[in-house]
């Protein structure tokens, strides 16, 4: 599974020791150069700069291809979004992790499935690695984390539907 990360859900899993469900949950993530550079840049938070800095195996940093080009996107969208749009795009990537709404839009306008930091919450409560109510309370008090209730209804509807089908049988 080739799955490619822009900064938001990095920073965001950072707050939360969530880091370390990226691998066990995907395998391994790439990242393109710009993100990384906005992981170290000395407004991210201080675990997610040192993180980045002796980053793991698993994490793979990339350059986006040269000749990735993306369709005219009407709105605009940082050096990192930009660069994990046109890295996703240029590997053919499974999956996008980002937050942001425009980059968000801008993927599935070139058809690339995305989830985001509230999705890998899913995935590793699913698995067993956290308890999704405590770690989301912690998002949204600790950090500028937002998303609306009906995202995150769906979120906890989809982390239900999972553990029925796990425990039916």
Known sequence: ???????????????????????????????????????LHPGAPPFLREWTASAPTWLRIAAAPQEAKLPK?????????TAALALANGLGADLLLM?????????AHLGLAVTGTLGVLVEASR?????????LAQL??????????????????????????????
């Open 1 to 39: 599974m080739i799955v490619v990360s822009d900064t938001t859900p990095l920073r965001y899993l950072a707050v939360v020791g969530g880091l370390d469900w990226l691998p066990v949950i995907f395998g391994e993530v790439i990242c393109p150069v710009e993100v990384i550079e906005e992981c």
């Open 73 to 81: 996107i009407p709105f605009r969208l940082d050096a990192g979004e």
């Open 99 to 107: 937050d942001e709404r425009r980059g968000r839009d801008a993927a």
């Open 140 to 169: 949204t008090s600790t950090t500028n984390f937002r998303a609306s209730e009906a995202v995150i209804a769906l979120a906890r509807a989809r982390l239900s539907g999972l553990k029925d089908e796990g425990t039916s049988g």
């Open 127 to 135: 698995l067993g690695l956290v308890d999704f109510e405590v770690v």
